[in-house]
Nanobody, 127 residues
Framework: QVQLVESGGGSVQAGRSLRLSCAAS????????MGWFRQGSNNEREGVAT???????SLGESVKDRFSISKDHAKNILLLQMNSLKPEDTGMYYC?????????????????????WGQGTQVTVSS
């Protein structure tokens, strides 16, 4: 059974940085698509970033100049580096894992293919 455990959230002032981690365990496949999604006060889910097992990555338009995604393969941890945080980045951040058969791993393809979600970690950015 796949387990995803997020950490690294917190409360920071605008302009500061945070790094989120998602520790993955229990996945036996070789191909995967992992990503970060967030849900703000409007309760709408927004794709933030994805990382594919082929090394491909994608970032949402609102974060592409400030956030970066990477994976520590040795520890099997997905990382989201968030710089120049803004109040609109506030929300619950969720890690997800799925398999996007025959498609590129992006924030648009992953949502329909998620097999596991983490419990989420809260990010609050004050102005």
């Amino acid at each position: 059974q796949v387990q995803l455990v997020e950490s690294g959230g917190g409360s920071v002032q605008a302009g500061r940085s945070l790094r989120l981690s998602c520790a993955a365990s229990g996945y036996a496949g070789t191909g995967y698509c992992m990503g970060w999604f967030r849900q703000g006060s409007n309760n709408e889910r927004e794709g933030v970033a994805t990382w594919g097992s082929d090394g491909s990555s994608s970032l949402g338009e609102s974060v592409k100049d400030r956030f970066s995604i990477s994976k520590d393969h040795a520890k099997n941890i997905l990382l989201l580096q968030m710089n120049s945080l803004k109040p609109e980045d506030t929300g619950m951040y969720y890690c997800a894992l799925g398999v996007v058969f025959g498609r590129r791993c992006t924030i648009h393809t992953l949502p329909d293919s998620v097999e596991s979600w983490g419990q989420g970690t809260q990010v609050t950015v004050s102005s």
